[in-house]
């Protein structure tokens, strides 16, 4: 029996009607979604196949973001052994669909709110420590995905970035620890009007540094903002996060720092993960991508002493 034939009979089972699916999207794991429509409601169906995916990380955070009252989909029906969830659906419009210049502020002003929602309400006991070992592991796929096999580079000097690898880990965990969603960008947040942003995608949540997720918004790899208005909505979040007491007697200079230094190892390791989307499963798509976090990278090992090492290699890979 085949994937879909085994959907179909476990949509027959739940749904007792005629229903029709059709692809809703896909990510850069081996999930694939179904848009499910029945009886003139629509469902998403994740399909995670169970040899190659997980799904009991999903259903564990949404169970917190239900408790906290996070605009994440409902959980209508789940089947852990075939590795299927039925949910809620959200629509097709994503921010990076809607965002343009007249609607940006009020967007993302509305993804920074639910931002700290996530962080000041979402209970994160049981969550895997975003330790020195894992961002050092993340950012590895560095030289190994993007500087040797996408841009055929033989780094000589192993020992320097590693150093520098080790640099940017110590400075990411001096920033106090909370919920981190690990991809909160705006292929991932839902335009709903009127609504909260429905957030998607957080099966990989973690516990670890404050700006990861601010990063994420801010920098994001699929769309660019100016510096100005990046800096103005890390002001905004800054000043919310002090109200809130996430943040402590740290001037706005030390912040946005950290949130740099974060933003490194973030790109660091999307530059690894684009490389290998490409290379080893054959998704060219986020090619198109990378000159953006490139550019990300640049601008920010230019700007700090410590990382000129960093940019000394980039400069020989990026034309």
Known sequence: MDRKEIIENWL???????????PASSDASFRRYFRITSNNETYILMDAPPNLERIDCFINITKKFVVAEINSPKVISFDADLGFILMTD????????????????????????????????????????????LLIREMSLFPEWYLKKLKKFNLEDQASLSKIFKLIAKKNLTQKKCFVHRDYHSRNLMFIPEYDPGILDYQDAILGPLTYDLVSLLKDAY??????????QSVRYWEKAKKLGLIKNEEFSSFYEDFEWMGVQRHLKILGIFSRL??????????????????????????????HPLRKVLDKVIS
Not at 12 to 22: A, D, P, R, V
């Open 90 to 133: 959200f629509g097709s419009q994503t921010f990076l669909d809607v965002l343009d210049k007249k609607n940006s502020y009020q967007l993302y002003l509305k993804a920074i709110d639910s931002l700290l929602k996530i962080q000041t309400k979402v209970e994160t006991k049981g969550l895997q420590n975003y330790s020195e070992k």
């Open 278 to 307: 490409s290379i080893r499963d054959k998704k060219n798509q986020y090619l198109k991508d990378i000159p953006l976090v490139e550019k990300y990278l640049m601008l920010t090992s230019e700007r700090y002493k410590s990382l």
């Open 12 to 22: 027959k089972s739940l749904l007792n009607k005629n229903f029709t699916i059709e």
């Open 223 to 232: 769309i660019e903002w100016d510096e100005d208005f990046v800096l103005d």
